[in-house]
């Protein structure tokens, strides 16, 4: 019976001994280790992440090329994409908003990182932008806003173009400060830049300033010069301003107050918007009295903002471009320095 004894706690002190040093495997620091690796990797795989210009793939789909202004707007696009190194997948819409969409699902297809859009109109775009954000690819609005939900694009870089029109009915006043009868060259219809130059030159226009007619040039140098014949043709000698919304048409309606008998500049006075070359060597011709600046020249902050939005870096909803406003008297001074 004592043997028995002796042979059970012989036993249990084996059975004790097993189980101590089936449990000591689980202590083991090495564990610490292994959970901490994947946020090494992740670590790594952040910083691989990170794109440079040369990694970068654009897709911008252009409006058109209706004026001065988009055609220096198209060559700092596609200049500053050479000098940085971006592959850059261009489509001219012809501004046609068919052709622009058309375009938008082109690079959605092609698999871009960032696309670049100057809405032809406000309107339209809901669902090719939300096309964009359900492949995971930013939309940045250039130039023109898009009447979408603000997280169906990343930023707007541009112009206040309401501003412009309130700079440009502030000088109409100067022009005419004992009031007078006036004409407007409107944008394309349903545009931004027509939309707010619109609205922003009635909030500042004296109200002894009426605006007799108000008809769209669609932003173009031979549809401005076809509505001002019809302009002349219907009051005449009334007319003792115009406000252009941007120079090209300007240019054409001074070539039809030419043709018709007037001294455009002194019997019409001209505000327009933009400043384009032929803005300032028509005020050293006197025949425009004021251009307010909108700069086309976005391409490197374009470029910087895309590079950012690929990175995952946050940016502004908006990112104004600085712009001023030109007069006859330092025209021939600054013309040499423009490069649109």
């Not at 058109?64 to 198209?74: K, V």
């Not at 046609?96 to 339209?124: C, H, L, M, W, Y």
């Not at 545009?191 to 173009?220: H, K, W």
């Not at 327009?272 to 070359?277: K, M």
Request: include cysteine; hydrophobic fraction near 40%.
């Amino acid at each position: 019976m004592k043997g028995s004894k002796i042979l059970l706690v012989a036993v249990i002190v084996v059975l004790l001994a097993a189980m101590v040093g089936c449990a000591a495997p689980a202590a083991a620091p090495a564990s610490d280790s292994t959970a901490q690796q994947p946020a090494a990797d992740t670590q790594a795989s952040d910083t691989q992440a990170q794109k440079t210009y040369k990694d970068l793939v654009v897709g911008y789909a252009q409006l058109g090329a209706e004026s001065e202004w988009r055609t220096a707007n198209t060559a700092s696009i596609k200049e500053t994409a050479d000098e940085l190194g971006v592959t850059l997948k261009f489509s001219d819409a012809q501004q046609k908003q068919e052709n622009q969409i058309k375009a938008i699902r082109s690079f959605i297809a092609q698999g871009v990182d960032v696309i670049g859009v100057p809405p032809v109109v406000e309107t339209g775009w809901e669902t090719v932008f939300r096309e964009a954000q359900d492949a995971g690819i930013p939309i940045i609005l250039v130039d023109r806003r898009a009447d979408v939900p603000e997280d169906l694009y990343v930023s707007y870089l541009g112009s206040d173009f309401v501003e412009e029109g309130r700079k440009a009915g502030n000088e109409m006043n100067k022009l005419l400060p004992d009031g007078g009868k006036i004409v407007e060259l409107v944008g394309t219809v349903g545009s931004a830049p027509a939309n707010d130059r619109y609205s922003g030159f009635r909030e500042t226009v004296n109200s002894n300033i009426e605006i007799l007619d108000s008809q769209s040039g669609d932003f173009t140098r031979a549809k401005g010069k076809e509505v001002m014949e019809a302009f002349l043709k219907k009051y005449g000698d009334e007319i003792q301003g115009l406000y252009a919304h941007n120079d090209d048409m300007a240019l054409g309606a001074i070539q039809a107050i030419e043709e018709y008998g007037l001294k455009p500049g002194e019997d019409i006075k001209i505000v327009s918007i933009d400043a384009v070359r032929g803005a300032f060597q028509a005020m050293i011709d006197g025949t425009l009295n004021v251009t307010v600046e909108c700069n086309p020249l976005l391409g490197p902050q374009f470029y910087d903002l895309a590079l950012k939005v690929a990175n995952g870096e946050e940016v502004p909803k908006w990112l104004p471009s600085a712009e001023s406003v030109y007069y006859p008297d330092n025209a021939e001074e600054v013309l040499p320095t423009r490069q649109y």
